[in-house]
């Protein structure tokens, strides 16, 4: 079968491909729009882990392109990565870390002062296979998006982003309810239902009395009685339970879809400029992993001072 195989196993590729979505998780974010209306009114967002754009696109199409040149003016989008990707019509890149905080200010900068009325964040660490210390990491950098978010979000404003359901999740849902006063878990029809991979939908932003902004994976050395309960090492574990939402669609993730007689395969609309991989591929093809080692390192190009806004480029 060759390259139509993905095309056949992978509903939601080849959708993507089809109706120009630079990738696939395009579909989980347009999903919770249709359950949540989470883009309805917003004219301020912010996109953490942006590259390779999936979510941005969804932003820039839906928040951006269907306004008139001068509603156009009053649209801001900002996708935050330190990968670049290819530009997104309306949607402005900085190449900066998520846990900085000169990162947040940069954005506060940007929309002219205010805050955003939405943050979503579909980054994810590279996954090992190991389960616990998988949903582990990606618990921090879901921390770490939480974190940004209370510098940059607006009260009242919303917040989507990825999580691995697992025994420790407990303790971020336990931070989500802190600021938000509505939190659920969101299971998008395009994400496997084989995957551990869900979604935290959160709505109605609101800062806590006497909170500070900071960085909540590091908050328990200046308050540990909001994150480290009992300095023995004995914790005393609260299971929280969310409210589940799940997105239903023709399509099953899990499922193979036959390719009719009109099939044509087509290529992916963008590849990932600066793919944490691509080095990897050009190392593993003279070596072997199993005897040899050796460090990535990634585009160590000095990122612009000052956000600069990309038009979608032509097409050939």
């Not at 195989?5 to 998780?25: M, T, V």
């Not at 940059?152 to 006063?181: C, H, P, W």
């Not at 800062?207 to 500070?212: Q, R, T």
């Not at 499922?255 to 050009?282: F, G, I, M, N, R």
Request: hydrophobic share 35%; net charge negative; glycine share 4%.
């Amino acid at each position: 079968m060759g390259k139509s195989s993905k095309d056949k196993r992978d509903i939601f590729y080849r959708l993507a491909k089809e109706q120009g979505w630079r990738a696939r998780s395009a579909f989980k974010l347009l999903q919770a729009d249709e359950t949540f209306n989470l883009l309805e009114g917003v004219t301020r967002a912010v996109d953490l882990c942006a590259a390779p754009g999936g979510w941005s696109q969804v932003l820039s199409k839906r928040l951006y392109e269907p306004r008139t040149p001068e509603e156009r003016e009053q649209v801001k989008i900002i996708a935050v990565d330190m990968q670049g990707m290819a530009p997104i019509d309306g949607v402005t890149q900085l190449r900066e870390d998520i846990t900085k905080e000169e990162t947040a200010e940069a954005i506060i900068k940007f929309f002219d002062g205010k805050k955003a009325q939405l943050v979503v964040s579909d980054g994810a660490p590279d996954v090992t296979g190991m389960h616990d210390w998988d949903a582990y990491m990606q618990a921090q950098l879901l921390l770490s998006a939480l974190s940004i978010s209370t510098y940059i979000l607006e009260e009242g404003g919303s917040f989507m982003g990825k999580v691995y359901r697992a025994a420790n999740t407990s303790d971020v849902y336990l931070q989500l309810q802190r600021f938000f006063k509505d939190v659920c878990i969101f299971k998008p029809s395009a994400s496997r239902n084989s995957s551990i991979e869900a979604f935290v939908v959160c709505r109605q932003f609101t800062m806590p009395e006497g909170h500070v902004p900071c960085n909540l994976s590091l908050e328990w050395f200046d308050k540990p009685e909001e994150a480290l309960r009992n300095i023995t090492g004995i914790r005393d574990y609260k299971v929280v339970h969310l409210p589940f939402v799940a997105h239903q669609c023709e399509y099953d993730a899990d499922l193979s879809y036959e390719l009719d007689e009109k099939y044509e395969q087509k290529d992916a609309v963008q590849k990932p400029l600066t793919a944490a991989y691509t080095e990897v591929l050009e190392k593993t093809r003279s070596m072997s992993l199993k005897y040899n080692s050796f460090v990535v390192h990634h585009d160590e190009e000095t990122p612009p001072a000052e956000p600069s806004t990309s038009s979608k480029p032509e097409q050939s």
